[in-house]
């Protein structure tokens, strides 16, 4: 199995506090050390809206690349891929999503308007001889237009194979899939896209990203997307939680006799590292009113039902 660290990236891009680049650098370093096989370490986005990530060029600079480890970088278009050439990233990632609400208020255009913001990325990515992941957001529910059915997934995976990428990550971006959810848009991809050219991407809002992880397993994916200590969030998805946790993936993995090739105590004393700077505000429930509770089998019809009971 092939774990994707994407805490320097999807992790820490929901970080409030500032978090200067040398502890950005020895936390990749750290990660670098502990065995992933890959580690999403930055993304070339607007400092306006991701400001956490506006030192990507220096994080990149910084580190120190491991023989065998692949260091990519997600970008939103073509000046973004300019610079995570410059930067001498290894693989490039674009990002889209199967709800047209979601892509419009992440990216800023529709699911169209992406495929054609991509399309010269890819080729360009492709020419510097450097593969290209497209991420599928919200590919099980999302925050704003509830369950997406799986012929809109399969519809977003086809047009991102037709563009050109190498390998499609499928996320639940608000954490809310099932295993058995999991399972059967896997077996309905599968005639679409060979198993081997797609991965797996997990949050654990509802608790369910680990269970998540092993039905994508089952289903014959590959590789796994997985943030250390479960750092993450998206700023555009209300109500998500973290990224599935990689030390709680590894363990899960290697209780199955399944081979990962990490080593969970480097893993965890990566986080270290980020220690001194982090606000720890993982696994919070929406806040009331979120439009994440929309999507909630537990909702009360306007807040989580935890909300309403008065639990915290």
Same mark, same amino acid.
């Given at each position: 199995?092939?774990?994707?660290?994407?805490?320097?990236?999807?992790?820490?891009?929901?970080?409030? %506090?500032?978090?200067?680049?040398?502890?950005?650098?020895?936390?990749?370093?750290?990660?670098?050390?502990?065995?992933?096989?890959?580690?999403?370490?930055?993304?070339?986005?607007?400092?306006?809206?991701?400001?956490?990530?506006?030192? %990507? %060029?220096?994080?990149?600079?910084?580190?120190?690349?491991?023989?065998?480890?692949?260091?990519?970088?997600?970008?939103?278009?073509?000046?973004?891929?300019?610079?995570?050439?410059?930067?001498?990233?290894?693989?490039?990632?674009?990002?889209? %999503?199967?709800?047209?609400?979601?892509?419009?208020?992440?990216?800023?255009?529709?699911?169209?308007?992406?495929?054609?913001?991509?399309?010269?990325?890819?080729?360009?990515?492709?020419?510097?001889?450097?593969?290209?992941?497209?991420?599928?957001?919200?590919?099980?529910?999302?925050?704003?237009?509830?369950?997406?059915?799986?012929?809109?997934?399969?519809?977003?995976?086809?047009?991102?194979?037709?563009?050109?990428?190498?390998?499609?990550?499928?996320?639940?971006?608000?954490?809310?899939?099932?295993?058995?959810?999991?399972?059967?848009?896997?077996?309905?991809?599968?005639?679409?896209?060979?198993?081997?050219?797609?991965?797996?991407?997990?949050?654990?809002?509802?608790?369910?990203?680990?269970?998540?992880?092993?039905?994508?397993?089952?289903?014959?994916?590959?590789?796994?997307?997985?943030?250390?200590?479960?750092?993450?969030?998206?700023?555009?998805?209300?109500?998500?939680?973290?990224?599935?946790?990689?030390?709680?993936?590894?363990?899960?993995?290697?209780?199955?006799?399944?081979?990962?090739?990490?080593?969970?105590?480097?893993?965890? &004393?990566?986080?270290?590292?980020?220690?001194?700077?982090?606000?720890?505000?993982?696994?919070?429930?929406?806040?009331?009113?979120?439009?994440?509770?929309? &999507?909630?089998?537990?909702?009360?019809?306007?807040?989580?039902?935890?909300?309403?009971?008065?639990?915290?």
């Amino acid at each position: 199995m092939r774990i994707v660290e994407v805490g320097p990236r999807d992790g820490l891009q929901n970080e409030t %506090a500032p978090i200067p680049a040398a502890a950005k650098i020895a936390f990749v370093d750290a990660l670098s050390d502990s065995g992933v096989a890959e580690i999403e370490v930055s993304a070339f986005v607007s400092p306006r809206w991701v400001p956490q990530l506006r030192d %990507a %060029a220096a994080v990149f600079a910084g580190i120190t690349r491991r023989p065998g480890v692949v260091y990519s970088a997600l970008v939103p278009n073509r000046q973004g891929l300019d610079q995570a050439l410059a930067a001498g990233a290894d693989k490039i990632a674009v990002f889209t %999503a199967a709800s047209e609400t979601f892509a419009r208020k992440n990216i800023n255009t529709s699911i169209e308007g992406s495929m054609a913001r991509f399309r010269p990325v890819v080729a360009a990515a492709h020419a510097a001889g450097l593969p290209v992941r497209g991420y599928v957001s919200t590919a099980f529910w999302c925050a704003f237009e509830g369950h997406i059915a799986p012929a809109a997934v399969i519809a977003v995976v086809n047009r991102l194979m037709a563009i050109g990428v190498d390998e499609v990550a499928i996320s639940d971006t608000i954490g809310k899939a099932t295993p058995e959810e999991v399972a059967r848009l896997f077996d309905q991809l599968r005639p679409h896209i060979a198993a081997e050219r797609m991965a797996a991407h997990f949050h654990d809002t509802y608790g369910r990203g680990v269970v998540n992880a092993l039905a994508a397993w089952e289903a014959g994916i590959p590789a796994i997307d997985a943030s250390v200590g479960g750092l993450g969030g998206c700023p555009y998805a209300p109500g998500a939680s973290g990224n599935v946790a990689t030390d709680d993936i590894v363990a899960a993995l290697e209780e199955r006799g399944i081979p990962t090739g990490v080593d969970r105590r480097r893993l965890a &004393a990566s986080l270290e590292h980020l220690a001194p700077y982090r606000i720890d505000a993982r696994r919070r429930l929406p806040e009331k009113g979120s439009p994440v509770c929309a &999507a909630c089998p537990f909702s009360t019809g306007t807040v989580c039902c935890k909300h309403a009971s008065g639990q915290s």
